[in-house]
């Protein structure tokens, strides 16, 4: 999913300099970034997080296995599954059951993979409302834009802005109380959800062990979507799934915890299959979609599998320096943060989204908030040099070659020491017309200026540490 | 399934195969993987609750309610608890229907609150749900209240945990305004654990765990309680 025309270098460039966002996004990095932070400290709880991250590892091992048991514990309580090997495969399956069902309106749960897989477009040609109910992604789809953030999706407005998009959408006076604007989403939505066919939600984890699929909400539009449509869909990464119920209730509340420092989200919901009962509600027909779409590829690769580990929490999100200053939307791709720069090349290809990774900072903040430590820097860095040599593997070709010709130049200079010691002298004189009174160098010329286009260039040492090192008196040293 | 989607499957479970570094054309099967889904219980165990712990139990559950906006009352018998409901009623927000309903879950210990008689001088329909009952969906749309007994509740999170039955629909937990959970002191367990311990143990495969009334932080992180479920919750928990 792409959403503007523009490069993330653009957009970043622009979204750096609207205060407005990143005072939005200071707010929820402060409150729920820190808390998780401070989670952390405790040894007991890092444990907690060792335990799962060698679980989700366990899990993608012996992935085939789990997905096979899961699959037909479903199939034998009565629901459907369906293996998506593209998104195409599971926007077709998705579109080919809405048609059996003649569905007029469909309302979702907050699914990432349902964006991913570019379903909305699909049902809308068919004549199909598709109605996101969360609130914070109905706030987004009524604005005509894309979620910012993983679990807070309007995080990029705050409720002025919200507050002029109610009163110019639904017509509702102008109030900027948080309690009169959920008020009206709440009448609006409700009556949407009570007439809706079908439900659409995502999965936040599936157990094999029980055969069922989780979901948790604190809004309880989940439960409205899963409870009220006569059919209920859901749409799942291939990955999602873990082997006992053990490590559904250990992953589960490390989830909560990472995403919003919650114990517990208010409702968690575990399904299995149609309702069985005669009770006039749970959806008479039950469809899981399991999306492949190039996950597969990523467990082939022992470079990036790391990354299937990850549980969506969005927590890198809360840590991110990068993410802080430049928002959601300047990534211009379906996962936004230092986990869309890993996955959404991976996912949607790494030439595309060439820039996502040079755009982090590889300040490891990612690293050190997640829930399963997944290792982003190190997979950041592994895409720079995917881009730098290319990959048959990843279908990359190289994306700079004056850069892979100057980083073989800087190998062999560095190779040699005598030859590094006198461009170093010369390096010094040649900057000197360049620098600045204060000694910096603001502007180069050629290929170098880039560099110098959106930082400054520190002036280069009188003399370097190996020169003065050796200066110095032998006792000293 | 279709010959088509069969091979889609195949498919699919060969490409995972491949990326696994497997023979693409063998079966793994869970039989091989003794430890990968033991069948023993593998949910951690936690100490057996006597006297002294179930004042500890009740504690935790004060502390863990408050956290979640759930509001706990604990009280002595039925006929409290039955008096309390009653006061809940009256007062009740008249929210998407402009008279008074009241909904039930079809349960042994609701039953025996007697809520009919209880309210028989007040202007209130109540309702127990029945399986097969053509309106069940209808009337809760207009329920202003909806009252269930859970399995269990979870003292470490302030959680209740509902599984689907026969005449327990889901939407009783979810449409009403209010929502009023009943359970008895020996169903508290201390945590999570055991909640999903208690889930295996029962039939269905439909459960849900609810910690307080529906909420939302997605405006400016502003705490508001009734996004789309309960704007109230109650748990009322019985000594005897």
Known sequence: MIASDKSYRELAAAAIQDEQLRDNINFIQQRIGKGTFAFWEDEGNRQWRTRVKEQRERSLEHLDILLATLAEKIRNRGGNV??????DDA??????????HDVKRVVKGKSMTSHEIGMHPVLE??????LETDLGEYIVQLAGSAPSHIIAPCTHMNKEQIADLFHEKLGMEKSVEPEVLVREARNVLRKKLLSADMGITGCNLACAETGQICLVSNEGNIRMATTLPKVHVAVMGMERVVPTLQDFSDTLQLLTMAAAVQDISTYVSFMGGPEKTDNGDGPEEFHLVVVDNGRS???GDGEFREILSCIRCGACLNACPVYGRIGGHAYNANYPGPIGAVISPLLEGINRHADLCTGETLCGACKDICPVSNDIPRMLLALRRTLAQGSEYWNTSRHSRTEGYGWGVFGYVTAHPGLYRTLLKIGRLAMKPFAGTDGWTKKLFGPAAGWTKHRDLRPMARRSFSERWKQRPERDR | MHGNSMKTEQDFFSTMRRSLGLPVDV???????PDLLPAADTV????????????????LLQTSCAKHHLTLHI???????AALIAEMVKVAELEFHDSRHVILHDHPLLAGLRLWKRLEDEIVTIHTCAPGDPDTREKHEICCVGITAPECVVATHGTIVQQTGDGQPRATSLLPSHHIAVATMNSVVRGLEEGFRKMREMPGSSFVFISGPSKTADIEAQLVLGAHGPRHMDLILIRT
Do not use: H, P, W
């Not at chain 1, 369906?82 to 998104?87: G, H, L, N």
């Not at chain 1, 926007?91 to 059996?100: N, S």
């Not at chain 2, 079966?27 to 993987?33: E, L």
């Open chain 1, 125 to 130: 040609d068919m004549d199909t409302e598709v």
């Open chain 2, 44 to 59: 951690s165990q936690s100490s057996k609750t006597d006297g002294e712990a179930a004042a500890d139990l009740l504690d």
């Open chain 1, 91 to 100: 926007v077709a399956y998705i579109g080919k059951v809405a048609r059996e």
């Open chain 2, 75 to 81: 009280v002595d018998d039925r006929e409290q608890a």
């Open chain 1, 297 to 299: 590829k990523i467990l």
């Open chain 2, 27 to 33: 079966d793994r099967t869970v039989q091989d993987f």
């Open chain 1, 82 to 87: 369906y293996f998506a090997k593209t998104a």
